[in-house]
């Protein structure tokens, strides 16, 4: 079955809501109008409501029933500037607080961690850094997790494939590695495929030496002893990691190589570059980035994303809430 119409099966007649705090973008409001439509969930728009009213008007959207919240209206904004200060233990002051959640994405960040709305998806018109930042001071990681990364599911067709870290961590020491290849590989099972991990370098086991070489060497050994059940072999190039022949002539033996289905990338620059390449040019839809290790479902979008792109966000966001 489309990965998407069981993800819709499993969230389905749950209630679930999900709050946009970009909610005078038109791509935004398009994916909450078809969600509510469809009734996959009930969308929470963050804004001001007469911006939001004549953008819908201009594009022909129906909203009626769709939630709208503007932070400078919100009737219980105080008890949320005193929750958020006590969260944070000091890190930030009461007027901090006040100007922080006069920010959609702050704003939305605490209706998810306050339990008024089981996930949140932003991140078109916001760069990833300013979307996830509130989620690591706010919701911060599960048990279990030291990092949070971000995935993509890549598919085309029959093919589907995880990606990772293509979004937070700049340049993950070896033990950061080893647990964001181990996330993956657990998220990947939500989206029904049997990892198979490649760690990625451009050096498969020795073929070349650096530092950079025997950061991905030592992930791998990490992980393997962290999760020694997954199938998880590096370090392995990109041709070795997926074709067939290529696995087999250059790493003789390994259980993942011409096989693999998650790719687990040595830092985020070519991570990022690599997910955009795949799917600018060769036309793989990309979902995601997918937050991974949160203690809360929030998604970030990419800036190009279109409105099916955050329909689909949405959709696996509130999946990852059950
Ligand atoms: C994610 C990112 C914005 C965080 O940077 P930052 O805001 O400077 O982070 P800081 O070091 O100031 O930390 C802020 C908080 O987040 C937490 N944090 C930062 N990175 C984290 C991670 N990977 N996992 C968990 N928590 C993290 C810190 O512990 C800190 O928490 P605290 O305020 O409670 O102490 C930064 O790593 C980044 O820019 N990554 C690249 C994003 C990007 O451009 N991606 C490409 C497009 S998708
Ligand atoms: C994930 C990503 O690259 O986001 P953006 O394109 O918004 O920078």
């Known amino acids: 079955m489309d990965l998407f119409e069981s993800l819709k099966n499993k969230i389905n007649g749950k209630n679930l809501t999900i709050v946009f705090p970009e909610g005078e973008e038109p791509r935004i409001l398009g994916a909450a109008v078809r969600l509510l439509k469809e009734k996959i969930l009930s969308p929470i728009l963050i804004g001001d409501v007469a911006e939001i009213t004549k953008v819908a008007a201009d594009k022909s959207f129906d909203i009626s029933g769709i939630k709208i919240v503007d932070p400078k209206k919100y009737a219980e904004f105080d008890t949320m500037i005193e929750k958020f200060v006590e969260h944070r233990k000091g890190k930030n002051t009461k007027e901090q607080a006040e100007k922080m959640l006069l920010d959609n994405n702050y704003f939305g960040t605490m209706l998810v ?102 950061k991905v060497a030592e992930a791998t050994k990490i992980a393997n002893e962290l999760a020694p059940d997954l199938p998880l072999d590096g370090e392995l190039q990109f041709d070795a990691a997926f074709v067939p022949s290529v696995g087999a002539q250059k790493a003789p033996g390994s259980k993942v190589a011409g096989h693999a289905n998650v790719f687990v990338f040595p830092e985020l620059q070519s991570a990022n570059i690599g997910y955009k390449i795949a799917q600018r040019f060769g036309g793989f839809e990309a979902i995601g980035p997918i937050l991974q290790g949160l203690a809360k479902p929030i998604s970030d979008l990419s800036r190009g994303c279109n409105e099916e792109d955050v329909y689909k966000s949405a959709i696996l966001t509130a999946a990852l809430a059950l």
């Open 113 to 214: 961690y306050l339990d008024k709305a089981d996930g949140m998806v932003s991140g078109a018109i916001h760069s990833t850094g300013d979307t996830v930042r509130p989620a690591l001071q706010i919701v911060k990681t599960a048990p279990g997790n030291s990092r949070i990364s971000g995935s993509f599911i890549m598919q085309k067709g029959d093919e589907r494939y995880m990606f990772a870290d293509c979004a937070i961590n700049i340049n993950p020491n070896a033990q950061e590695l080893a647990e964001i290849a181990i996330q993956t590989a657990e998220d990947a099972k939500l989206f029904d495929i049997d990892p198979k991990v490649a760690m990625l370098s451009f050096s498969t086991k020795g073929s070349a030496k650096s530092d950079d070489v025997t």
